[in-house]
């Protein structure tokens, strides 16, 4: 049985990931036939954000560790542990929390970087050839690890889409049930909610990218 590692960044659309796009991941996973085991880094996201008002709450501070937990229903482990031999695959949903926790490109752009813990452990994959879904804003850290040429997309964003170019990777407008597939790089890329406007669009291009990579592993 296949085994792939889900890579989540909090829990919230906001300040963390996209909860339907994890949800939906780990339901395709499932249906699939294969296992999943959710990792997460520990350590202070970027802020708090109230996800009823939009405002950011400066009192407070969490763990992207701890929040993804509930996800993960508690059956979460930390970044740092990852026994690459034991897994097949990697998937990486969206949310703000993979352009504020996992990397800074939310407030640098295309001059983002990824935080080094995150980048070792998507590296991983990268250097044992195995193959990495990225969702909604995921793919900008893409060029990143991959270098110049790397395909992916993040649906139809310009100005995001410019972004990617500029880091060196190969960007491709698509729209919201589609993937674009580096076969070169193993690496696989839907838009997710930069265009969904339901929990049925997102669900299409994410089982499409899941399908996807467990087709690569």
Do not use: W
């Amino acid at each position: 049985m296949k085994k792939i590692a889900v890579l989540l960044s909090g829990c919230g659309v906001f300040d963390g990931t996209e909860i339907h796009e994890a949800v939906l991941t780990l339901l395709a996973i499932t249906r699939a036939g294969a296992q999943y085991q959710c990792f997460a880094p520990d350590m202070t996201q970027m802020h708090v954000v109230n996800h009823l008002t939009g405002e950011v709450n400066t009192d407070e501070t969490r763990n992207v560790l701890v929040e993804s937990a509930r996800i993960a229903r508690g059956e979460v482990l930390n970044a740092s542990t990852l026994e690459i031999s034991q897994f097949d695959g990697l998937v990486i949903p969206g949310g703000f929390g993979a352009a504020k926790n996992l990397s800074n490109f939310a407030t640098t752009g295309s001059n983002c970087h990824i935080q080094p813990i995150v980048e070792n452990f998507i590296r991983e994959f990268s250097l044992a050839h195995k193959p990495v879904g990225f969702v909604c804003i995921s793919p900008v850290m893409i060029p990143n690890i991959y270098g110049k040429g790397a395909v992916g997309t993040i649906g139809t964003d310009s100005e995001t889409a410019h972004a990617f170019n500029e880091m060196g990777g190969k960007h491709k407008d698509v729209q919201v049930e589609d993937i674009v597939v580096d076969e070169v790089n193993k690496i696989v890329s839907t838009p997710g909610y930069m265009l969904a406007t339901s929990i049925l669009e997102a669900h299409i291009g994410i089982e499409k990218l899941v399908n996807k990579v467990l087709e690569m592993a």
